[in-house]
């Protein structure tokens, strides 16, 4: 994927999360290179405009979110069925990473289908 700016990243981003399935996660270095940018600025757009859609399928690459997000995320990632680590506080990313060409498949699907790279 080449990279994008502007709106259409967030877009992109905010796609690309709403399409990991339930119980799974990625890393924002996972989504940075579905759709082509940086981890560092996924996560900077999950801070700002990641509220509506599925934020605690985006972890680090470790399985952790930030420590002010992890009370919110807990209780959707019990109720998907998400694995955690036994002390619960991360995903357990050996068993709950999404497969990523799968997501890879239905994000570029998505993009095709709206035509103009944006959803």
């Known amino acids: 994927m080449g990279r994008v700016d502007g709106e259409e990243l967030i877009d992109r981003v905010l796609l690309a ?27 900077r757009i999950m ?4 509220h509506d859609v599925c934020w605690w399928r985006v972890v680090n690459a ?5 420590p002010a997000l992890l009370g919110r995320a807990a209780p959707h990632w019990a109720e998907e069925g998400t694995r ?14 999404a497969d990523l060409a799968a997501l ?16």
Do not use: I, Q, W
């Open 62 to 66: 470790s399985g952790h979110l930030p």
């Open 47 to 50: 801070a700002r405009h990641g």
């Open 17 to 43: 999360a709403d399409l990991v399935p339930r119980g799974r996660v990625v890393s924002y270095g996972d989504l940075a290179e579905l759709v082509g940018t940086t981890a560092r600025m996924v996560g």
């Open 84 to 97: 955690r680590n036994a002390a619960g506080t991360a995903c357990r990313m050996s068993v709950a990473l």
């Open 104 to 119: 890879g498949e239905r994000y570029r699907g998505e993009l095709a289908a709206a035509g103009d790279g944006t959803r």
